[in-house]
């Protein structure tokens, strides 16, 4: 068997639906390099080996099952298994656009040993939670990767590396607790090994990730303890510290103001200011719980 150029990682924990559109996406990749997929089932209640066996014959696929050990667990299980080149990541509730995988490759090609990783849309429009997370994410993008070849951070979501290089920094670091934030310690290892880190516009997924109020408090509130342990990690590798991030709080009205522009009339507006309102206040509860003693030292290993 040919040995694929680049192994695509998707880590699921029972979201058939979602892990079907994704691989629908998938299937469509106009990438004509040999390349694979691995689904990796994080314990699912109902085995997704038979749904996972509908693609088959639309690409090199396969499927591994694990106990429930949360999403880096799962990456980390699937770089290990894979056998590209390169190992991408995307998410079971993302639409991979066609062009996404070669514009991948091909910026990782022009940046060799670089973490490359593109951008995301919400797919949801109608969804104000999931609209709002959308412009959150897009704000914090245009702060910290304002030069797209000296980028600082790329979501788990949207991102490939030569495999061999995710391997030897560890990959995801399993030693935080819940999903949030460990992609952004893995930039900050990345960046602390003065490996390249870029932006590759050109690679998008369409990200469906339906949000209600309750679970979008919960969702930024988890994120803030995920900073929480973050901040923790670096300080004690010496990578940086907290202090280096605040810019990007004293940017936000500027930025918000801008691009509230492309969020519909006054009425929605005023929705979207309110519930970013609600994303600064969920996150720093959950930052201020995470150091109030959410966790201890022993956590935060290097």
């Known amino acids: 068997m040919t ?4 192994s695509v990682v998707v880590p699921t924990f029972d979201r058939p639906r979602q892990l079907q559109s994704c691989l629908e996406a ?22 997704l080996a038979a749904l996972v066996e509908r693609f088959a014959g639309r690409m090199n696929l396969r499927v591994l099952r694990q106990e ?31 062009e996404w995988l070669g514009a991948l490759v091909a910026a990782a090609r022009e940046r060799p040993g670089a973490l490359v990783g593109g951008v995301t849309r919400n797919g949801l429009p109608d969804d104000l939670f999931a609209s709002t997370s959308q412009f ?12 797209p070849e000296r980028a600082y951070f790329l979501a788990s979501n949207n991102l490939l590396c030569p495999r061999e290089r995710f391997l030897s920094l560890g990959g995801f670091d399993e030693s935080f607790p819940r999903p949030g934030a460990e992609d952004r310690d893995f930039c900050d290892r990345w960046r602390t090994a003065g490996w ?22 919960e969702l930024h509130f988890r994120y803030g303890r995920g900073a929480r342990l973050y901040q923790l990690k670096r300080s004690a ?8 991030d605040l810019g990007f709080h004293a940017t936000l009205p500027r930025r918000i103001r801008s691009g ?18 609600l994303w600064q206040v969920a996150n720093a509860a959950g930052f201020a719980v995470e ?12």
């Open 291 to 302: 150091a109030l003693g959410g966790s201890t030292g022993r956590e935060c290993k290097p």
């Open 260 to 277: 509230l522009a492309g969020h519909g009339g006054s009425s929605r507006r005023a929705a979207v200011v309110a519930t970013l309102a």
């Open 3 to 6: 040995t694929p150029v680049a």
């Open 68 to 98: 429930q050990a949360g999403p880096s667990a799962a990456r980390n299980r699937g770089a290990r298994e894979s056998a590209g080149e390169f190992v991408a990541f995307t998410d079971d509730d993302c639409r991979p656009d066609p």
């Open 237 to 244: 590798r010496g990578s940086g510290t907290l202090r280096e």
């Open 196 to 217: 390249p880190i870029a932006l590759c516009a050109g690679a998008c997924v369409e990200h469906r990730h339906a949000q209600s109020l309750a679970s979008f408090a």
């Open 136 to 147: 959150i994410v897009d704000l914090v993008y245009a702060h910290f990767n304002e030069d």
């Open 26 to 47: 998938l299937g469509g990749q106009s990438f004509r390099e040999p390349w694979e997929a691995v689904v990796v089932d994080d314990g699912s209640p109902q085995p």
